[in-house]
Nanobody
Framework: QVQLVESGGGLVQAGGSLRLSCATS????????MGWFRQIPGKEREFVAA?????????DYADSVKDRFTGSRDNAKNTVYLQMNSLTPEDTAVYYC????????????????????WGRGTQVTVSS
């Protein structure tokens, strides 16, 4: 059974930082691209970052978070991370991690349709 469990969300002031974690089990984590998405009530789920499996520099970010957020992974712990710096109120959302459908793909998808497994999300609230 595949499980993805996010943690690390919370309330932070504008300009602050948070580090999200997503612990996984039941899938071939070391050869699977992972994604981070976020969603505000009433809006579609939005791509945030993708963390590839085939190289430490294989990452992709939405323009809105580039140079502020950093995705990384620890294959020994089957865990993917999202370091979020210089947070703004516009970053307030529920953040979800996702595992790409299938293993060994050499792309960094931005579409939620490319991801088969999802966590339940963690709330991030940034106060002004």
């Amino acid at each position: 059974q595949v499980q993805l469990v996010e943690s690390g969300g919370g309330l932070v002031q504008a300009g602050g930082s948070l580090r999200l974690s997503c612990a996984t089990s039941g899938l071939t984590f070391s050869v699977r691209t992972m994604g981070w998405f976020r969603q505000i009530p009433g809006k579609e789920r939005e791509f945030v970052a993708a963390v590839g499996w085939w190289g430490i520099d294989k990452t992709d970010y939405a323009d809105s978070v580039k140079d502020r957020f950093t995705g990384s992974r620890d294959n020994a712990k089957n865990t993917v991370y999202l370091q979020m710096n210089s947070l703004t109120p516009e970053d307030t959302a529920v953040y979800y991690c996702a595992a790409r459908s299938g293993s060994y793909g050499y792309t960094l998808p931005r579409s939620a349709l490319e991801y088969a497994y999802w966590g339940r999300g963690t709330q991030v609230t940034v106060s002004s």
